[in-house]
């Protein structure tokens, strides 16, 4: 199963789906009740530089990641993060396909990060390519396209999930990437 992405406006949230931020508050607050970290390559030595805030993107309430990725130093990304529960403890998605976001930003290597109790390396995570347009799409990533990272991890397990994180990675470029609604679907 792959990536979808549909055109339009974003449907009402269905009784099935999970809703972690729709940004609504701009204060970096999820619905989940945990807050929004950013960080980059350079605590690994890397110069990629970023920001992001919480603003209106083309009419919607949104997290938006501006910066520019660099490969130098062993560079070459950078991030936004959200826990998914408190310290020590996990959020079980078992329950659910993948994540559905809405995204729009200048097109260039984005991906979607999930971190489990079983990740203990920061290297250690499982990947989803996250496409980016320059228009508004909603994009399902269903957790059958995560790919690992980190060879001592196994296969990504939802009931065991830790964070989620948006970056722009592996390709030196001008990130700008905005997300809309973010829920577990």
């Known amino acids: 199963m792959g990536v979808v992405m549909t055109v339009g406006q974003a449907p009402s949230a ?4 999970r809703l972690l ?7 970096g607050k999820s619905a989940l009740g945990t807050s929004w ?3 980059s390559d350079t605590v ?9 805030g919480f603003e209106t993107v083309h009419g919607k309430p949104a997290l938006r990641l501006r910066g520019r990725v660099r490969l130098e130093n062993n560079g070459g990304f950078i991030q936004v993060a959200l826990p998914l ?5 996990v959020l079980d998605a078992s329950g659910h396909q993948g994540i559905r976001l809405w995204v729009v930003g200048t097109p260039g290597s984005y991906a979607i990060h999930l971190r489990t109790s079983d990740h203990w390396l920061p290297w250690q995570y499982h990947s989803a390519p ?4 320059p228009s508004w799409r909603q994009v399902d990533l269903p957790f059958t396209a995560f790919a690992r990272s980190g060879w001592e991890v196994g296969r990504l397990k939802p009931e065991k999930l830790r964070r989620l994180g948006i970056v722009a990675i592996k390709q030196a470029f001008d990130a700008d990437i905005a997300v809309a609604r973010l ?3």
Do not use: H
Request: aromatic letters at 14%; charged letters at 15%.
């Open 37 to 39: 970290v950013g960080f």
């Open 130 to 133: 996250l496409p980016v347009t």
């Open 44 to 52: 690994m030595g890397g110069i990629s530089q970023m920001r992001y």
């Open 183 to 185: 829920s577990f679907y």
């Open 14 to 17: 269905e009784a099935s789906e």
């Open 85 to 89: 529960a408190a310290e020590g403890q």
């Open 21 to 27: 931020d729709d940004f609504a508050s701009g204060q």
